[in-house]
């Protein structure tokens, strides 16, 4: 369920925050373009080429000017997925607090709570004095500004695709000062994600329906992180849309016929279980051509979170929608080492 609730309001906020950094960009322009005596023209590049001792200027993945202290020791996380990476990377222990959201892994559950991710407490991330804030587009821009204007560095991600994700991944680590373990991991996930490519590679994508809610009925569209995912297992959304969750009327649903309907394990009831009966015990869903011939695959909820557990989800998708390819590998793999040992 709250998995959901920010991938809801994720076009709202991203809108937010890209008519904020179009305002910021606009005004940088025009300040470039006015004239300037040849003092002032100095006083603004001394500015931008040397900023104060012990800090470090960039531009976030949203697209807006940050500065921050050139060593990071203190860290807000104000979303799951970044939560999730900071763990990965084995950087936990900078780690000083994070959302009510933030469960995974369990650890995360015994730091200091700021509030949800969509309304932390602006005075209880002060209260514990951090560095760095990293933020994504589910976070309110307000979150941002405000705390920008309390002179606390927030760092935005925003990855749209599961190359973004690596992305992001590598610029946490390096934010944090941790460039060599970033570097450790990104190179781990995309090894994975190369032999998984190597063994997909030939076959035709399935075309799935991602159930991301059901009543009412929500999807996902092109150009989200998790569209990309299902590329990577070799699968393709039937919807094309170009809103981020759009929502789809059962008689679309019906049109589009769709080979296997796809959904994440917090997204099928209060256990996480909406098991094939399930689906066939709901008069709209029963005569669906993939209902009737069983094709429904929960995956593990990590799908919904562009962190390093996505590839696992990813990866686990493709087993089920391509089980003839893995079992054909793993017969392979008998047979040679069956032939190594001379048996």
């Not at 179009?22 to 040849?38: E, F, I, L, R």
């Not at 970044?82 to 994070?98: H, P």
Request: charged share 20%.
């Amino acid at each position: 369920m709250r998995a959901n609730a920010y991938k809801i309001i994720i076009a709202v906020t991203t809108a937010a925050f890209l008519a904020i950094s179009a305002a910021q960009n606009a005004s940088a322009q025009t300040q470039a373009t006015a004239p300037q005596s040849a003092g002032a023209a100095s006083r603004e590049n001394a500015q931008t080429s040397l900023p104060a001792s012990g800090t470090r200027t960039l531009t976030d993945e949203a697209g807006l000017r940050v500065t921050i202290p050139a060593q990071v020791n203190r860290v807000i996380s104000l979303a799951p997925n970044l939560t999730e990476t900071i763990y990965a990377l084995g950087l936990e222990d900078k780690l000083v607090g994070d959302t009510t959201y933030c469960d995974t892994p369990a650890a995360a559950k015994t730091k200091p709570h700021v509030g949800d991710t969509i309304n932390p407490s602006l005075e209880a991330i002060v209260a514990l004095h951090p560095d760095l804030v990293l933020a994504t587009m589910i976070n309110r821009i307000d979150t941002v500004i405000g705390l920008s204007r309390m002179g606390i560095a927030v760092y935005t991600t925003d990855p749209r695709t599961v190359r973004g994700m690596l992305e992001s991944t590598m610029h946490v680590a390096e934010l944090m000062g941790a460039t060599e373990k970033g570097n450790a991991l990104v190179a781990q996930m995309q090894a994975r994600l190369d032999a998984l490519h190597a063994r997909l590679t030939d076959r035709p994508y399935v075309h799935v329906l991602f159930v991301v809610w059901q009543e009412p009925l929500f999807t996902i569209g092109q150009n989200t992180f998790i569209a990309d995912a299902l590329k990577w297992a070799g699968a393709e959304s039937v919807v094309t849309s170009k809103q981020d969750w759009p929502q789809l009327t059962f008689e679309e649903v019906v049109r589009l016929q769709p080979e296997y309907i796809v959904t994440a394990s917090t997204h099928t009831g209060e256990e996480g279980k909406r098991s094939l009966e399930e689906f066939r015990s709901r008069p709209l869903w029963r005569n669906l051509q993939a209902i009737e011939a069983g094709h429904v695959a929960v995956i593990s909820d990590e799908v919904d979170k562009p962190s390093p557990g996505l590839i696992d989800a990813i990866e686990d998708l493709a087993h089920q929608l391509h089980p003839e390819v893995f079992t054909a590998k793993r017969a392979a793999d008998v047979e040679r080492m069956t032939t190594e040992v001379g048996l």
